[in-house]
């Protein structure tokens, strides 16, 4: 087996890092559902890079699916993710049950209110107060000085980074890279539901958000054509958004045209797997 500690108790992974805290030791988090491929590795590199012991939750989170959502086929390799996790030098890995983190009787909700709504929020109803609720049980049973997050699921981090600020949490929130595969797609352990004609239609979200950005770099700013631009690339390959949308970097909120920090954000159906992408629009 791996060199990685594998806990499943929340009692013993608290007094475990309890007792690394206690050494002045640095403790970094990457939170995960598992399925673990090098986009998550990537937040790993990133945590150990910030702090001395690195901390990677699997918990595939019931609370963040709707009730017609994937849950039940999701895909689980917890052996194969602790293999990974080792190999990146992550130090520990916290694979709570559902019955762990939610004993009967649990009913307590968080909710990020403003921001969760619109993009996935609106098509995915209590999908974020799901997300705020169990990283906030995370971070109260391992106490990170810092979590890492993938752009990937860009929403997600503006969520996380506002229930930071307003509950006034000890952890710093970082943001990484969105990472994707050689040909564009952006990385995600829901890629292995498509198969191989889903999967060449699905580059369509990525080749469309580079077309975007290059119309954004030769000097076009209005929100209109560069979303126009994005839905004209997933027609081409026979797919609607979901959502398309032109938003501020900081707080997510809408824009007409690309002026300051922005990025695109946009989801789609293929087949029945739903995959969302992001890019951050840059000057130069
Ligand atoms: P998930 O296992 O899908 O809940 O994702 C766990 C973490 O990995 C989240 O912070 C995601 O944003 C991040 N992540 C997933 N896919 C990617 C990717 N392609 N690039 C960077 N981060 C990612």
């Known amino acids: 087996m791996s060199g990685i500690d594998l806990l499943r108790s929340i009692a013993e992974t608290k007094r475990r890092l309890r007792a690394i805290q206690a050494q002045g030791l640095r403790i970094g988090m990457v939170p995960t559902m598992g399925a673990l491929h090098d986009g998550h590795l990537s937040l790993v590199a990133e945590a150990k890079r910030r702090s001395e012991v690195v901390v990677a939750s699997v918990f595939v989170n019931p609370k963040q699916f709707g009730p017609r959502e994937d849950l039940s086929r999701y895909p689980r390799d917890l052996e194969g993710d602790a293999a990974k996790l080792a190999g990146a030098g992550c130090d520990v890995l916290f694979a709570p049950a559902v019955e762990e983190m939610y004993p009967a009787g649990f009913q307590t909700e968080v909710e990020v209110v403003e921001v969760s709504q619109g993009l996935c929020g609106a098509v995915r109803p209590g999908h974020f107060k799901g997300v705020a609720t169990v990283v906030l049980k995370l971070f109260s049973i391992v106490r990170p000085d810092v979590a890492v997050f993938g752009e990937k699921d860009f ?18 929130i970082v943001g990484a890279p969105l990472i994707r595969e050689v040909d564009g797609l952006a990385m995600s352990s829901r890629n292995a539901y498509l198969s191989p004609e889903e999967r060449a239609r699905a580059l369509a ?4 958000l580079r077309a ?13 054509a560069l979303i126009a631009c994005v839905e004209g690339e997933l027609a081409s390959a026979g797919l609607s958004a979901e959502y398309a949308e032109l938003r501020a970097l900081d707080d997510l909120a809408p824009l007409s045209s690309a002026e300051g920090p922005c990025l695109i954000l946009v989801a789609a159906r293929v087949g029945s797997t739903r995959l969302i992408d992001n890019w951050i629009l840059t000057r130069g």
């Open 155 to 172: 929403q997600q981090l503006t969520v996380l980074r506002r229930l930071a600020r307003d509950l006034s949490l000890d952890v710093e």
């Open 205 to 208: 979200l990525s080749r469309g």
């Open 212 to 224: 975007a950005s290059e119309m954004y770099q030769r000097g076009e700013r209005g929100g209109a």
